[in-house]
Structures are given as C-alpha cells and as structure tokens.
Nanobody
C-alpha cells in the first residue's frame, strides 16, 4: 500500500490550492479515502474523507473551504482548498482509514504573505 501526495506549495492568505494523491497496492475504488494534515508541533488530524460512493465528510476546521473528490479509474484523490489562512499551514497526507497504510511523505502547504 502506498500513497503519494503532490500539489502543495506556498500560497498567500486567501489563496487556493488543489492537492492530488495517488494510491496503489490496494483496490482503491472500494475504500473510503481521505486527507489529513499535520501542523508543526501538532498531531495529525483528518481534514476530509470520501466514501467509495463519493459521499464526503469534512472536519470542522476546513468545512466550507475545501472540496474532496476522487477518480477511481485513476486511483486518484483530490483536495480543492480555498480561502486559505496561515493556520492551514501543514503537511497534508492522504490515506485510507480502514487500511491505515503507511503514511507517505505528504505535501507541504505554506500559507504566508
């Protein structure tokens, strides 16, 4: 099982980013998958989940500012993030909670002017 995240970067407050993740080594399309983030000095927390049927669930911290989506044909997971604030600065990871596979390297998102 492997997850590879991409799409992070430096963005100004109020900006947007779209993160991507490719999962491999398991039947991607039948599992709930999701995005997590870990800010400096904090525990990793979930941001958003999406069921195999496409139903999303969002954590309160980013609800209304993010949209999670998936492309099962490509084993891809996405996170569209809008209205970013410095508090969103973190390393973002993807994983499948019912598999709890090894964490990838993540993708760094830095929100700063």
């Amino acid at each position: 099982v492997q997850f590879v995240e991409s799409g992070g970067g430096l963005v100004q407050p109020g900006g947007s980013l779209t993160l991507s993740c490719v999962g491999s080594g398991f039947t991607f399309g039948i599992y709930t998958v999701g995005w997590y983030r870990q800010a400096p000095g904090e525990e990793r927390k979930y941001v958003a989940l999406i069921s195999r049927s496409g139903e999303p669930t969002y954590a309160g911290s980013m609800k209304g500012r993010v949209t999670i989506s998936r492309d099962n044909a490509k084993n891809m997971l996405y996170l569209q993030m809008n209205s970013l604030t410095p508090e969103d600065t973190a390393v973002y990871y993807c994983n499948a909670p019912n598999i709890a596979g090894p964490w990838g390297q993540g993708t760094q998102v830095t929100v700063s002017s």
